[in-house]
């Protein structure tokens, strides 16, 4: 498991030329550095006399924040399972007009699921994001600096995570499939950097 | 030392309400990751044949790259050390009016090496965007895609660390100090929000 590494031997291998841990799991840590700035506002704040009334609301982002955590964790692993599955696929035998088929249909597959990964960490960003301003609302002022990094973690991993999908994308032969899988992107994308310049002005103005 | 934790530890500790690792430190973790990226790159496309007209370019920027992804896990640490040091500041005695004034003091010297630490980073963010457009023109193309994750992770912990800055400058009350801080920090962020879109346009167009 890549995440047991200490995070220098991490960033060593990320560095190198190694086939993993590549960009996509590169993205799934940036996410889960955002989630864990959301989860730590959380924690900064839960218990605190000061935030009472605020205390569900918060323990519910808390709640889905560290969802969030442990899926992007879950996806920097998942990365480099599917990244492995399209070299082996590449790997195969292709001799015979038979196993060219079979290599062919392979390859498609395993590209398929490798795009699965960073689509769901695309989702999982846009999840991050969605805490953000109530995180700067009702979180511990003292912290609310700490929200406008995750929030900028979140959407770089964001778009990060939308380039290994286009990638992706450009190899894959179906073509209803790039096209619904395109949309699904757009739509994740929307009105996102705004999303997040908005959540800074609202952080700007607490410091 | 926190980069010597495994990545799940650290985040753990980050996601937790213990005072460090905090915004600053995950700040430099995103930056140290877009360097590393952009080394991954060089690494990728040195030695290889088809990239031999630019091999000294490239291994000019892996060294650069490399430098910069080191200063960044220092800044890691040194965001931790500065912290504990405004906290040690503001836990000094104050119960005579001489404990007061030499509190006081503690707390400012405190704040501007605190400040010191992000300042740095940006700089070292602002490092690590230039290098960008070059690698993605002369860079192993099969890895084009991880310059444009390098560039956002590098731009998002540029706009971080620029929010530590100014939370620090907040509560510093030598004005030379905080017009002299605000105009270098204006200086590192002018453009660089361009640039990186600019090197997401040139990584998409080689996809």
């Given at each position: 498991m890549f995440v047991e590494k200490p995070v220098v031997t991490f960033m060593d291998e990320l560095a190198s030329s190694a086939p993993a841990p590549g960009g996509g799991s590169a993205a799934a840590l940036v996410?889960?550095?955002?989630?864990?700035?959301?989860?730590?506002?959380?924690?900064?704040?839960?218990?605190?006399?000061?935030?009472?009334?605020?205390?569900?609301?918060?323990?519910?982002?808390?709640?889905?924040?560290?969802?969030l955590r442990q899926k992007c964790l879950d996806l920097l692993e998942g990365d480099v399972a599917a990244y492995t599955q399209v070299s082996v696929a590449y790997k195969m035998r292709?001799?015979?007009?038979?196993?060219?088929?079979?290599?062919?249909?392979?390859?498609?597959?395993?590209?398929?699921?490798?795009?699965?990964?960073?689509?769901?960490?695309?989702?999982?960003?846009?999840?991050?994001?969605?805490?953000?301003?109530?995180?700067?609302?009702?979180?511990?002022?003292?912290?609310?600096?700490?929200?406008?990094?995750?929030?900028?973690?979140?959407?770089?991993?964001?778009?990060?995570?939308?380039?290994?999908?286009?990638?992706?994308?450009?190899?894959?032969?179906?073509?209803?499939?790039?096209?619904n899988e395109r949309a699904r992107l757009d739509a994740l994308l929307d009105g996102k950097a705004q999303l997040k310049e908005q959540i800074l002005k609202d952080v700007e103005a607490k410091l």
């Open positions: 996410a889960a550095t955002g989630a864990a700035l959301v989860s730590m506002v959380a924690n900064l704040t839960v218990g605190k006399k000061k935030y009472a009334n605020v205390q569900d609301d918060v323990q519910r982002i808390l709640t889905r924040s560290e969802t292709r001799d015979t007009e038979e196993q060219k088929k079979a290599r062919g249909m392979a390859i498609q597959k395993a590209l398929k699921q490798a795009t699965a990964v960073p689509m769901e960490l695309a989702e999982a960003c846009v999840g991050i994001l969605n805490l953000c301003p109530e995180s700067a609302e009702k979180g511990n002022v003292r912290a609310v600096s700490d929200v406008g990094v995750g929030a900028l973690a979140a959407e770089a991993a964001l778009r990060a995570a939308a380039l290994n999908v286009l990638i992706n994308l450009g190899s894959i032969k179906d073509e209803a499939f790039v096209q």
